[in-house]
C-alpha cells in the first residue's frame, strides 16, 4: 500500500510539473497491478483491508482518468471515471465507504460531462452532490471549499450552455467567498478566476476578462515562466488581448509561449492540446494581421500534430476546425494570388467538401456537443459559397460545386442564405437568442443579405436591404457589448443604415460605437481614431448645422485629430 501511494504522489508531481505523458504511463501502470488485485467478490468488502484495497482501485482509476483528459482524451477520462464512481455504488454496504471519495469521484465525472458538452447531465450530478452536502453540513474550510466549488460548477454549467448574467452574478459571489478562505496563490482558486473570466469573454466583459488574466499571469509568474500552469495562463491573456483589438502584444505573447514549449518539448510534449490550441490561436493572429502565407503554414502544421493525435484515442473535433482554418487561408490566398487562384480554391473546396463528410458520419443526436458542432460547420460552409462571388464566371464554372448551387454570384449568395437560415432557426430553438453561435449565424445572413441587395439590381434590392438591418438589429438587442461583437455588428448597422438612406440613425449608431471603442480601446487606438475621423467628417458636412461643427471642434479637442 505505502508503495503504490508513494508512485501516486510520483505521479502527481509529474502531472504539476507538465511531464503529462510521464504522468500518464505511470498512472496507466499502477492500475495495471492494482486491477488484478481485487476480483469482483471484493465489491462488497468485509475488513478493513479490503475497503483500502476497493479505495485504492478508486483511486488509481480516477487519477488515469486526469492523465487522459490532460491529454485531451476527455471521453475516455470520463469512462474511467464512472467506472470509478459506479464501483462504490456497487457497494452493498456503501456508508462503510468514505462519503469524500464518493463526491469527489462523481464532482469529477460532472466536470468531464460538462467539458464534452452534457451540461443536463452534469447538473443533475451537481444538484446531488449539493443535496447531500446540505444534509451534513460541516463547519470547517474543507468542507466550505467543497461546496463552493460545487457552487462553481453548477453556475458554469448554466453560463456554458448560455450566458444568463444572474449566474453570472452568482458566480463572482461565489469566487469571492473562495478568495476569503484561501492564498491568492492557491491553484484551485487561480483555476476558478480563469473559468470566470473565460465566461467574462463569452458575455462581452472584455475588460473585466482582461483584468483576471492580467492578475492571474502576475501571480502565475511567481512559480516559473516556464511552467505549465503559467504558459497557459499567458495564452489566455493573449486571447483577451485579442478579443479588445491588441493584436500584436497577442502575436508577441503566442511567439514567447511557443519558444518555452520547444524548449521543453521533452515533458510539455508538442502535440498536447495546449501546445496545439496556442499553436493555432498564433495562426489565428498571423492571419488577422495579413500575413497570410504564415498563417497558412502554421494551420498546416497545427492539422498535421492533430491528426496524429488521434493515435491517442478519440477523434477530436479540433482537427476539423484547423481544417476550417486551413480552407479560410487558402481562399485568401486565392484573392490574392491570382496565378495559383484555381488551385488555392480546389483544395478549400475539397476540405469544405471533406469537413462534410466527417460531421456526418460522426452525428450523434444524443450530443448537444455534436450537434453544435455540425451547425457551426454548416455555417461555416455558407460562408465559404458566399465568399465564392467575389471570383469571375470562368474561375467559379471550373470548380467542382454541389448541383443544386447555381455559379453565379446570385446563385451562390441565394444557397449561402438558406443554409444560415437552416442554421439560424435550431439554434434559436434550442441554444437561445444569446447564444454567440446563434449571434455569429445572424451576423453571417446579415452579412450575406447586405451583398445580395449590393449584387440585385431588381425591386426586391431595398427588401434585402431591410432584411440585413433586421438581423443587425437583432444582435443588437442581444448580444453582450464588447469587441467581438458589437463593433463588427455597429459597422454593419451603419453601413446598412446608409444604403437605406436612415442618415440619423446611422449618425446616431457613429457616436455609439466611438464612445464604446474609446471604453475599450482607448482613445489612442487606431480602430477608435479612424471612427472619430469618420465621425467628424459626417458632422462637418452638415455645414448649416452649428451644433455639428461644435460637436466636431470637441471630436478634434479630444482624439487630437487634425483640423481641416
Not at 72 to 80: F, I, V
Not at 208 to 222: F, G, P, T, V
Not at 280 to 285: G, I, K, L, T, V
Not at 412 to 439: C, K, M, V, W
Request: hydrophobic share 35%.
Amino acid at each position: 500500500m505505502e508503495d503504490f501511494e508513494a508512485a501516486f504522489r510520483f505521479a502527481d508531481v509529474y502531472a504539476d510539473l507538465g511531464y503529462f505523458e510521464r504522468a500518464f504511463k505511470l498512472r496507466r501502470g499502477i492500475w495495471g497491478r492494482i486491477e488484478p488485485r481485487v476480483s469482483k467478490d471484493s465489491y462488497q468488502p468485509r475488513c478493513v483491508e479490503e475497503i483500502a484495497d476497493l479505495q485504492l482501485r478508486v483511486k488509481a482509476l480516477s487519477m488515469l482518468a486526469a492523465s487522459c483528459n490532460d491529454r485531451g482524451e476527455t471521453h475516455k477520462a470520463l469512462e474511467y471515471q464512472q467506472s470509478a464512481t459506479k464501483m462504490m455504488e456497487d457497494v452493498a454496504n456503501f456508508d462503510i465507504l468514505s462519503p469524500k471519495v464518493y463526491i469527489n469521484a462523481k464532482f469529477e465525472e460532472a466536470q468531464y460531462l460538462r467539458q464534452i458538452g452534457e451540461q443536463t447531465r452534469a447538473l443533475k450530478i451537481l444538484a446531488e452532490i449539493r443535496l447531500a452536502l446540505d444534509r451534513s453540513p460541516q463547519n470547517t474550510n474543507e468542507f466550505r471549499l467543497r461546496m463552493l466549488r460545487t457552487s462553481r460548477e453548477i453556475e458554469l454549467s448554466k453560463l456554458y450552455r448560455s450566458i444568463d448574467p444572474e449566474a453570472l452574478e452568482r458566480l463572482q459571489v461565489v469566487i469571492t467567498e473562495h478568495t476569503a478562505l484561501v492564498a491568492e496563490d492557491d491553484h484551485e482558486l487561480l483555476t476558478a478566476r480563469s473559468e470566470l473570466a473565460s465566461c467574462y469573454n463569452k458575455a462581452g466583459c472584455e475588460k473585466q476578462a482582461l483584468s483576471e488574466h492580467e492578475h492571474i499571469l502576475k501571480i502565475r509568474n511567481r512559480e516559473s515562466e516556464f511552467h505549465y500552469d503559467t504558459l497557459v495562463a499567458k495564452d489566455d491573456l493573449a486571447k483577451s488581448y485579442s478579443r479588445v483589438g491588441r493584436k500584436d502584444d497577442a502575436i508577441t505573447m503566442r511567439e514567447s509561449i511557443i519558444e518555452a514549449l520547444e524548449k521543453h518539448a521533452t515533458h510539455i510534449e508538442i502535440f498536447y492540446p495546449m501546445s496545439l490550441a496556442v499553436r493555432f490561436n498564433y495562426a489565428r493572429s498571423l492571419f488577422d494581421v495579413g500575413d497570410v502565407q504564415g498563417a497558412l503554414s502554421v494551420h498546416r502544421e497545427v492539422l498535421a500534430l492533430r491528426q496524429k493525435r488521434e493515435q491517442l484515442g478519440d477523434f477530436s473535433w479540433d482537427i476539423l476546425q484547423s481544417m476550417e482554418e486551413v480552407a479560410l487561408s487558402l481562399f485568401q490566398l486565392a484573392l490574392d494570388d491570382y496565378s495559383n487562384r484555381a488551385v488555392h480554391l480546389e483544395e478549400a473546396l475539397d476540405l469544405r467538401h471533406a469537413i462534410r463528410e466527417i460531421i456526418s458520419e460522426l452525428m450523434n443526436p444524443k450530443s448537444p456537443e455534436t450537434y453544435r458542432i455540425h451547425r457551426n460547420a454548416q455555417r461555416d460552409t455558407a460562408v465559404f459559397y458566399a465568399e465564392l462571388c467575389e471570383f469571375d464566371y470562368n474561375t467559379l464554372n471550373g470548380l467542382n460545386l454541389p448541383e443544386e448551387v447555381e455559379p453565379s454570384p446570385m446563385g451562390l449568395l441565394h444557397y449561402a442564405a438558406n443554409l444560415l437560415r437552416t442554421t439560424l432557426s435550431f439554434q434559436q430553438q434550442n441554444f437561445g437568442e444569446e447564444d454567440p453561435d446563434t449571434i455569429a449565424t445572424l451576423s453571417e445572413l446579415g452579412c450575406v443579405l447586405f451583398r445580395m441587395a449590393k449584387c440585385d439590381h431588381s425591386s426586391q434590392k431595398t427588401q434585402h436591404y431591410q432584411a440585413a438591418l433586421e438581423c443587425f438589429l437583432q444582435i443588437d438587442r442581444h448580444a453582450p457589448e464588447g469587441v467581438d461583437y458589437s463593433i463588427k455588428n455597429m459597422n454593419d448597422l451603419i453601413n446598412t443604415y446608409n444604403k437605406l438612406r436612415r442618415l440619423k440613425d446611422a449618425t446616431a449608431t457613429l457616436r455609439r460605437l466611438l464612445s464604446l471603442q474609446g471604453e475599450l480601446l482607448g482613445v489612442d487606438a487606431v480602430e477608435t481614431r479612424t471612427t472619430a475621423n469618420k465621425f467628424r467628417a459626417e458632422l462637418r458636412s452638415r455645414k448649416d448645422d452649428d451644433a455639428a461643427q461644435k460637436e466636431a471642434d470637441e471630436l478634434e479637442r479630444q482624439y487630437g485629430l487634425s483640423s481641416y
